[in-house]
């Protein structure tokens, strides 16, 4: 039982500090905490991978900062879309977008130009769906 209330009180810290590094994200910020491989073990300044390092808990802590983050932004969307009409929509996935599409979709956007990882999170997120999902009809 102990063991169980130190580990929220530690999560519960850390969560706090995410919490605060959200306010102000930029797009390599988030691409960072996006990490989907928490449960392999990473390899760390050139350690072998059999040695190397598990996720920490301020690395898992920053990657639900990322899930929470991308899922906030997909679930706005449609809350806007649903008050306000078709004309609201910002971008028009063929279905549900999950977190981790949205995610690549990021990265594989900010890729194009490294201008882009300076740009706040929301901006960015917002144009990669929109140049995967355009609401426009193509050519």
Not at 35 to 41: R, T
Request: glycine share 10%; aromatic share 6%.
């Amino acid at each position: 039982m102990r063991y169980a209330a130190l580990v929220a009180l530690i999560v519960g810290l850390l969560g706090g500090a995410q919490a605060a590094h959200a306010e102000n994200l930029t797009v390599g910020q988030l691409l960072q905490d996006c990490d989907f491989n928490l449960g392999k073990p990473q390899t760390v300044d050139g350690t072998p991978p059999g040695k190397a390092k598990k996720a920490t808990l301020t690395r898992i802590a920053r990657h639900l900062v990322c899930i929470a983050y991308i899922r906030g932004a997909l679930e706005t969307h449609v809350v806007i879309f649903t008050r306000l009409g078709r004309s609201a929509r910002v971008y028009c996935a063929p279905g549900k977008v999950e977190v981790r599409m949205a995610a690549r979709l990021l990265g594989g956007w900010a890729k194009k130009d490294p201008e882009r990882h300076k740009l706040p999170a929301a901006i960015g997120l917002d144009a990669a769906l929109r140049d995967a999902y355009s609401c426009l009809p193509k050519p």
